[in-house]
């Protein structure tokens, strides 16, 4: 297969960088693969890096006000379509989705777009897109069921889950993670390390947790340390978080070139998102170090789970609730390594890249052979 990928992310990409860069890494060996990036961002930088990979500096303006930058770009896309002659176009954002239809050459290739958040598709612009779009992937059961409410019900549904690299994402030793553990606790073993690698976005309703934390009994509170890498949060949340007495017990180290000595030494994980997310890379990547996560219900984080096995559930944007779990999780923290035990088992059934690609790779198959 010939196959091309975009992504409109000028900059870090999130989820949606790793999820193309493990596909075009892992399919590169056996298919000609093409990214469409724009320069400077993230994907495209790490594509180039990708052995086999093809990378074409592309943009993908959007908005109104830029039609001029959005004909250049148009023209640029439209060329190299009609010289590769893909079998499948692979996008996996709506300003790259639309970009890509407006290109489409006479003897088009099949077109795959995957749904990666739950912001709903609703609008005149999502049903002339739905008509010409040939397969959408959903990366968890949830986001197939809402699809089947909206324009793309017409075209051929599949989930695919996420996957991550469970070999570079496993368990440290027992010895690795005590001296990392030093670094958080600051060699206080009584304090409860609570963290989560999803990054600050408001969504990802880590807030929730600060508002929850003061619920806590005062004993158990002052055990609890949390640390969340990413982006470092705005004035204003920070201020909030010093107004709720938590500025020694909330620990951001920034964006992290590598979280996975932050993940390791955790007792547990959370990703508490209301909003935008579907399945988290990153609760799948705690749970594969060996880490019980604790979760909203929201979207498909629920499919991460077997919950009360390797992780817990909570109501989205309930601070008592939040409260409630991580007083549990305090007061059971020597229960915690066999759910971590547990969640790594998961991760190895269920995670790994292969399952991952392999899925993607066979709908891809399936749908040219419909063609």
């Not at 320069?39 to 303006?61: I, K, T, Y």
């Not at 250049?72 to 190299?80: D, E, F, G, K, V």
């Not at 197939?144 to 994402?169: F, K, Q, S």
Request: aromatic letters at 8%; charged letters at 25%; a positive charge.
């Amino acid at each position: 297969m010939k196959l091309l990928y975009t992504n409109f992310h000028g900059g870090d990409g999130g989820g949606h960088t790793t999820y193309i860069r493990e596909l075009a890494a892992a399919l590169a060996s056996r298919h000609e693969v093409h990214v469409a990036a724009p320069p400077g961002s993230r994907l495209n930088r790490e594509a180039h890096a990708l052995p086999g990979v093809f990378v074409l500096d592309q943009p993908f303006p959007n908005g109104l006000n830029k039609w001029k930058a959005r004909r250049r770009a148009r023209a640029q896309l439209a060329a190299y379509l009609h010289k590769q002659n893909f079998d499948i176009v692979h996008v996996n954002g709506s300003a790259d989705h639309r970009l890509v239809l407006s290109a489409m050459p006479t003897k088009r290739p099949a077109l795959v777009w995957t749904k990666h958040n739950s912001k709903p598709v609703r609008g005149i612009g999502n049903a002339l897109r739905a008509r010409r779009t040939d397969l959408v992937i959903a990366v968890c059961d949830y986001t197939r069921r809402e699809l089947l409410h909206t324009a793309y019900r017409r075209c051929r549904l599949e989930t695919v889950y996420n996957g991550v690299d469970i070999a570079r994402w496993a368990p440290w030793t027992r010895e690795a993670v005590t001296a990392e553990r030093v670094r958080w606790n600051g060699g206080d073993d009584s304090l409860f390390l609570f963290g989560s690698n999803a990054g600050t976005a408001s969504y990802k309703g880590w807030m929730d947790l600060m508002e929850a934390l003061p619920l806590l009994p005062d004993d158990v509170r002052s055990r609890v340390r949390v640390l969340i890498a990413g982006v470092p949060p705005k004035a204003a949340e920070l201020e909030r978080v010093a107004e709720l007495g938590l500025a020694r017990q909330a620990v951001f180290p920034g964006v992290l070139a590598d979280a996975r000595g932050m993940v390791a030494s955790l007792d547990a994980g959370f990703v508490l998102s209301y909003d935008v997310e579907t399945i988290s890379f990153a609760c799948r990547e705690m749970m594969a170090m060996g880490k019980p996560v604790l979760l909203t219900n929201y979207a498909g984080l629920p499919e991460n789970i077997d919950e009360g096995k390797d992780g817990w559930l909570v109501p989205v944007r309930d601070p008592a609730a939040i409260a409630s779990a991580v007083q549990r999780l305090v007061e059971q923290r020597d229960a915690l390594p066999a759910m971590g035990v547990a969640a790594r088992e998961h991760a190895e059934r269920e995670f790994g890249l292969p399952l991952f690609v392999g899925r993607t790779e066979e709908a891809y198959e399936r749908l040219l052979g419909l063609r």
